[in-house]
């Protein structure tokens, strides 16, 4: 029965989402999914609500039930007390949280939020419990996630669940684990995948959608604080496309760099560096059989076009470090093979060699390697007994 919706990372988005769902008037039933105990003891902590801050007030919403990845299996979590408690395979000290197993429950509407790189992963640990009546909303950046998939978790067709794909352009700061701040509000475009289809112009009359896909894009653009549409898959890409070049280019600038996104403006090496990037970028686009008879992609994705559109953004997000530069700092692999890296598959595809944007994601990839050594061959400190005070130490 349909009305179950499971969210999948919460992260900035994740926890919008499933925030801005329960903030309906008649909101779903929502699961919240842990893939480790250490989130859900941080959300206990939260007394098991969300916070979104909104010009400085705070608004928490609460009733949401939890499952828990523990020992590959799944269980539910007691949100109310430990009444009803059920011993199993679990951690030490893990069971005050559980309750029955949920392993074997399907799931009918699943909203994933993790970022690209972790996506494919996080969505093994739930494949079991997906049928091909099943629908996977993916909200996250980066490109040809759903082939990648498709290739790795549901290689059988007969058994594949269907997809939405999405735009998210609201903007959102973290403050606090489940409690983040509303600082700009955006989009949510949403359009049922087509993955069989080219040109994409050639599937907009297809409405034959899975209940459970009709049901969470009904749900979804019936919830006010996401300002949720649903497009057409072409008009959805070329939303998605018009991001991908942001993201090719910014991500990758600042981690390399080290830098806020401003500093890459004004200076005439970047400058010239973003042109080239994007002469090679604008031509795989244009060449995409996805998008042929479209009217106006020439003109739309123009390096020119591209360049205004990427320094606009510059401009508006000078003082924030963007999501990829954080992942470096953090010693955290990339979304670099869905940004830059996708740029450089399609363009193989297509017979187009893009060494510019294969250079970059080596780049990116180098980057984070050498911050991984230099951390792994930092000297331990032993500060228990470190002098602060400059007075000498007394022996007893």
């Keep these: 029965m349909l009305g179950r919706v499971h969210v999948l990372g919460l992260g900035n988005v994740g926890t919008f989402i ?41 608004d928490v919403k609460g009733g949401f039930d939890v499952e828990v990845l523990s020992l590959s299996e799944w269980y539910k979590v007691n949100t109310e007390g430990n009444k009803n408690k059920t011993r199993g395979k679990y951690a030490e000290g893990e069971e005050d949280y559980f309750e029955n197993t949920a392993d074997n429950e399907d799931i009918d ?21 997906l049928t091909s009546k099943s629908t996977i909303c993916l909200i996250q950046s980066g490109m040809g996630l759903i082939d990648r998939i498709n290739e790795t978790v549901f290689p059988d067709p007969g058994n ?48 034959h959608w899975a ?17 949720a549409t649903v ?23 600042t981690a390399i760099n ?32 996805e998008l042929q008879g479209i009217p106006g992609i020439q003109s739309r994705y123009s390096p020119e076009r591209l360049r205004r559109m990427v320094a606009h953004t510059l401009s508006k997000t000078a003082n924030n470090t963007s999501s990829m530069l954080q ?11 869905y940004f830059n890296g996708w740029i450089v598959r399609r363009g193989e595809e297509l017979g187009l060699k893009c060494v510019l944007n294969y250079m970059i994601k080596h780049l990116v990839i180098t980057k984070l390697a050498i911050t991984f050594r230099r951390n792994n061959s930092a000297v331990p400190l032993d500060l228990d007994n470190v002098i602060v005070t400059g007075d000498p130490q007394v022996d007893d």
């Design 327 to 337: 992942d470096v700092r953090d010693r955290k692999i990339t979304e670099i093979e």
């Design 231 to 253: 497009d057409t898959p072409a008009g959805l890409l070329q939303h998605r496309l018009e991001k991908q070049v942001a993201n090719c280019i910014i991500g990758p600038l």
């Design 258 to 289: 080290d830098c806020k996104n401003g500093e890459l403006l004004y200076l005439v090496s970047a400058t010239r560096l973003m042109r080239l990037l994007l002469f090679e970028i604008s031509s795989v686009i244009c060449a995409l059989p």
């Design 211 to 227: 209940p459970s896909t009709k049901y969470l894009l009904r749900l979804l653009t019936l919830t006010p604080q996401l300002v």
């Design 160 to 207: 594949r669940p269907n997809y939405i794909e999405s735009a998210f352009s609201h903007y959102l700061v973290r403050q606090h684990p489940f409690h983040i701040a509303h600082k700009s509000p955006g989009t949510l475009v949403l359009s049922p995948a087509v993955t069989d289809r080219t040109p994409l112009i050639a599937a907009e009359e297809d409405t």
């Design 18 to 58: 499933a925030h801005s769902l329960a903030s309906r008037q008649s909101p779903p039933p929502i699961t919240l999914l842990f893939h480790n105990t250490q989130f859900l003891t941080e959300f206990r902590r939260k007394k098991y609500s969300l916070a979104i801050n909104h010009h400085g007030m705070d």
């Design 109 to 129: 509407c699943l909203i994933v939020c993790t970022k690209a790189n972790v996506t494919e992963k996080a969505i093994q640990t739930v494949s079991h419990r």
